[in-house]
């Protein structure tokens, strides 16, 4: 049961990820925060135009997980500081448990090591128990924890987990 991760780059592929993160957030985030905020950050980081700033002046990529035939979820990532930053990964409720997100992950640690970067770090909300149990089984450590407020009276409560990885040469980076 293998994915494919296609590189979302035309009006059509935005605009599935827009769709996908629609309908995974309202189903997944509403045990952890309110409607209202979910909505807002919707439109706020999830549609339209702001995946296409993401992607054109952000420097943001994302990526469809496709099995198939179909957009199944999406994950976006940007490169910081000699670091990868995983921004967003989600797979729909009907997908999950399958080792797609397995799948998805070690594309992610090929990018971060064909690019000889040090660490692939992210973002969880403190409560996401579920989502934080899976990156720590996949080597991910909470280095801190962050509340960052992100307007309208809203804000993201999170823990900074970070994964560090032998570069390309076997060495590890401190």
């Known amino acids: ?12 592929d935005i605009a599935e990820v827009a769709r996908l993160a629609a ?25 339209v135009p702001a995946i ?24 976006s990532s940007r490169q910081e500081e000699g670091k990868l930053f995983l921004s967003k990964f989600y797979i729909g ?14 594309f992610l640690e090929q990018l971060r090591k064909d690019r000889n970067l040090s660490h692939i770090w992210l973002t969880v909300n403190r ?5 934080i ?3 720590e089984r996949k080597g991910f450590r909470t ?11 809203f804000v993201m409560d999170d823990f ?4 560090e990885m032998e570069l390309g040469n076997g060495s590890l980076l401190e």
Not at 127 to 131: A, L, P, R, T, V
């Open 133 to 135: 149990a899976i990156y």
């Open 1 to 12: 049961m293998k994915i494919m991760l296609l590189h979302v780059n035309t009006e059509e």
């Open 127 to 131: 409560d996401n128990e579920s989502s």
């Open 52 to 75: 296409t700033d993401q992607i054109y002046h952000q420097g943001y990529e994302y990526y469809l997980i496709h099995h198939d035939g179909f957009a199944i979820g999406y994950m």
């Open 143 to 153: 280095v801190r924890e962050q509340i960052a407020d992100i307007g309208n009276g």
């Open 23 to 47: 309908e995974i957030w309202r189903e997944y985030y509403v045990s952890l925060i309110t409607i209202e905020q979910i909505e807002y950050m919707i439109g706020k980081f999830q549609a």
């Open 160 to 163: 900074i987990m970070e994964k």
């Open 93 to 106: 409720k009907k997908h999950r448990g399958r080792s797609y997100a397995s799948q998805a992950m070690a």
